[in-house]
């Protein structure tokens, strides 16, 4: 699956992945107020194998098709929502 991947101007390391190329009106307008004026940055082909700095890719397909677009949240914001297990498997991995 072709995937074309923006990122926020507003909020640093926030990336939105589309189904679509710029298929802005196809997404919940909270969601465009709150990300701010997007950057186009690349496009990609997606498969469950490919290799990403910090997607998953089965997820993020998954995600695609269920509601044509993904959003990746800067890395603070992601680690918090994690459950602290999660948390601590993550830091000791880096030992």
Known sequence: MRCFVYKSLKKTDLYLYLKEKEAFPNLPETLLKSIGELA?????????????????????LRNLENRGFHLQMPETIASLQKTPN?????HRSHY
């Not at 186009?40 to 993020?60: H, I, S």
Request: aromatic share 8%; glycine share 4%; charged share 40%.
């Open 40 to 60: 186009y940055v690349l496009e990609f082909e997606l498969t469950p194998e490919r290799k990403l700095g910090r997607a998953d890719p089965k997820e993020l």
């Open 86 to 90: 999660e948390r601590l498997n993550t």
